[in-house]
């Protein structure tokens, strides 16, 4: 079945620094996909999506390309900030419209 | 406000005794469902439901129950809890549309089983 899998964590920068979060993932066809942020003690959103191959998807600073090629959906800052201190969690779309998702991986931004 | 809302957010309880988290949203969507995070595993599918009276199960069905009698409403039950249902347990909602991919969150139900 579809699959996504993430960079592991915990990922700890320095304010500023530039961030990669690597996912790629396994599917038949050409899935939607997504971002998600957990900032503590709530629940996911949306952070950005794409919906098919070399779409860029972007908020509030961060940018991920579908990259069908390489099967990646790599998720970039150019600066972080402390209060980008959260649990990111890469997704698919299945074909049945159900969401698969990564493990996440968790961001620590120090001052 | 649109929003989905989950009761209770942190339980304690001990195995074997019945609860229920329950799972409310305002925002008319047709499909529900339950997940649970779990270090390491990310969010695992327990059950969806693409409309009233309509369940199914998802990844890791077993040890939960589920209803759909309202639009609004999708409770998850466990019947007889285990220590391994010790969890973060998250309810979401998205409209019925095909290609609509926003799911919409819930803040989270923690419990704990002893």
């Known amino acids: 079945g579809d699959s996504v899998t993430q960079m592991e964590g915990p990922v700890t920068l320095s304010e500023e620094a530039f961030l990669t979060i690597n996912c790629t993932y396994t599917a038949t066809g050409y899935p939607s996909l997504f971002w998600y942020v957990q900032y503590p003690g709530e629940g996911l959103q949306l952070l950005l999506k794409?919906?098919?191959?070399?779409d860029k998807g972007s908020n509030k600073g961060f940018e991920a390309t579908y990259r069908k090629e390489t099967t990646s959906f790599h998720l970039e800052k150019g600066s972080v900030q402390v209060s980008d201190s959260a649990v990111y969690f890469c997704?698919?779309?299945?074909?049945?419209?159900?969401?698969?998702f990564g493990a996440g991986t968790r961001l620590t931004v120090k001052p | 406000e649109a929003q989905v809302t989950q009761n209770p957010r942190y339980l304690i309880t001990v195995t074997g005794k019945k609860l229920t988290v329950t799972c409310s949203q305002n925002m008319n969507h047709e499909y529900m469902s339950w997940y649970r995070q779990d270090p390491g595993l990310g969010l695992r599918q327990i059950y969806y439901s693409m409309n009233v009276e309509v369940t199914d199960k998802g990844d890791v069905p077993e040890g939960y129950k589920v209803s759909r009698k309202e639009k609004r409403n999708f409770p998850l039950i466990l019947e007889s809890p285990s220590p391994n249902q010790t969890s973060l347990y998250f309810c979401?909602?998205?409209?019925?549309?095909?290609?609509?991919?926003?799911?919409?969150f819930g803040e989270g139900s923690r419990l704990t089983v002893l």
């Open positions: 997704a698919l779309r299945e074909p049945n419209n159900d969401m698969r």
């Open positions: 794409a919906t098919k191959a070399d």
């Open positions: 979401a909602s998205r409209t019925g549309q095909i290609n609509t991919g926003e799911l919409f």
